[in-house]
Nanobody, 125 residues
C-alpha cells in the first residue's frame, strides 16, 4: 500500500496550487483521506480531511475558505486545491489514508494508517 503525494512547488502569495495524492495497492474508495502539513521547526498539523463516504469534509481554521479537499472520480486519487496561498502556508504537505477513521477523528494524525512521503509547498511574499 502506497500513497504518492505530488504537486508542490514554489509560488507567490495569492497563487494557487493543486496537490494530488495517488493511492495504490488496494482500493481506497472507502477510506477516509486527509492532508497534513509540517512547517520548519513546527509539529505536523491537520489541514483538511474527507470522510470515508466522501460526504463530510473538515478544514483547519487557517485554510477554510481557501483550500478544498476532494476525491477523484476513480476514488484512488484525492486532491487539495489551494487558493490564495499565503507565506504561512509554506510547509511539507503529507497525504494520509485510513480505513477506520471515524468522523470525529478526522483531524487526528494518529487516526491514519497510511502516509505519503510529502510534497514541499513554498509560498513567497
Amino acid at each position: 500500500v502506497q500513497l504518492q503525494a505530488s504537486g508542490g512547488g514554489l509560488v507567490q502569495a495569492g497563487d494557487s496550487l493543486r496537490l494530488s495524492c495517488a493511492a495504490s495497492g488496494r482500493s481506497f474508495s472507502t477510506y477516509a483521506m486527509g492532508w497534513f502539513r509540517q512547517a520548519p521547526g513546527k509539529e505536523r498539523e491537520f489541514v483538511a480531511a474527507i470522510s470515508r463516504t466522501g460526504g463530510t469534509t473538515f478544514y483547519a481554521d487557517s485554510v477554510r475558505g481557501r483550500f478544498t479537499i476532494s476525491r477523484g472520480s476513480g476514488k484512488n486519487t484525492f486532491y487539495l486545491q489551494m487558493n490564495s496561498l499565503k507565506p504561512e502556508d509554506t510547509a511539507v504537505y503529507y497525504c494520509a489514508a485510513g480505513p477506520r477513521v471515524i468522523t470525529s477523528a478526522l483531524r487526528m494524525i494518529t487516526a491514519y494508517d497510511y502516509w505519503g512521503q510529502g510534497t514541499l509547498v513554498t509560498v513567497s511574499s
